[in-house]
């Protein structure tokens, strides 16, 4: 059986400098080769630092990323993985006090909502309000608003390649 191959992107965006390594280790552990990412101070908060890293793995290797990562609550990170034969992609968003977020994604990085969850939505919603909350769930809005500060802060920085030991 041939294993599907995709890739994506880890986006750190706030790190304490103690655990810039032990992160390395983690996506290492994961990836199942050397990592050492570029870390550059993330100005949007003191004392934090960020980094970015393309990767290729397997169809799932995202979400692997997402559980090494999430070992530490104090960080701030996405994971994308783009869609593979067979398997659509995902965003994957971590904030500390809100936990991991999940959603499928289309070929355009854009966060894709199901039939059925939009039905129930209407079905439960009370009001145009509710469903609008309702909506920013689905979409995760909360993530989306805690990290757009630290997205703005990376913009332009390089991007290095990590390669999955298949």
Not at 62 to 67: F, H, N, P, S, Y
């Amino acid at each position: 059986m041939q294993r599907r191959s995709t890739q994506g992107v880890v986006f750190v965006h706030a790190c304490p400098k103690a655990l810039c390594q032990h992160v390395d280790w983690a996506l290492e552990r994961v990836i199942g080769a050397p990592v050492s990412l570029s870390w550059a101070e993330q100005p949007a908060q003191h004392g934090a630092y960020r980094a970015e890293v393309a990767w290729t793995g397997a169809t799932g290797t995202g979400a692997k990323l997402v559980a090494a990562l999430k070992a530490w609550p104090m960080l701030r990170f996405e994971v994308t993985e783009e869609p593979s034969q067979g398997s659509d992609g995902e965003r994957m968003m971590y904030v500390p006090g809100h936990g991991v977020f999940r959603a499928p994604m289309s070929a355009n990085g854009d966060l894709m909502v199901s039939e059925q969850q939009l039905r129930h939505l209407a079905a439960t919603s009370g009001s145009g309000e509710s469903f609008r909350h309702g909506l920013d769930a689905l979409l995760g809005a909360a993530w989306d608003d805690d990290l757009e500060v630290y997205r703005h802060a990376g913009d332009g920085a390089p991007i290095s390649w990590l390669h999955q030991v298949v």
